[in-house]
């Protein structure tokens, strides 16, 4: 499932913008974690997706959508 995920990442960060690339990223790499719920994975990919806005646009500064084009 991690390589689902980073595959998942590479295809949408073009047309889906970050949140949505960074946030099926960490979806799909929790599965192949053991969470005991549902409230804990959902929780899990905020976070990630959270820290991937920070990381990659505020920090690095890099030109990337943070939302899908159809949104902005």
């Not at 804990?40 to 905020?46: D, L, P, S």
């Amino acid at each position: 499932m991690l390589l689902a995920g980073i595959l998942a990442f590479s295809l949408l960060i073009s047309p889906g913008g970050l949140i949505l690339a960074a946030g099926s990223c960490a979806m799909l790499g929790s599965f192949s974690a053991p969470f005991p719920s549902t409230k804990k994975r959902i929780a899990t990919v905020a976070v990630i997706t959270l820290l991937a806005v920070l990381v990659f646009k505020l920090l690095l500064k890099l030109n990337l959508n943070v939302w899908p084009a159809w949104i902005s």
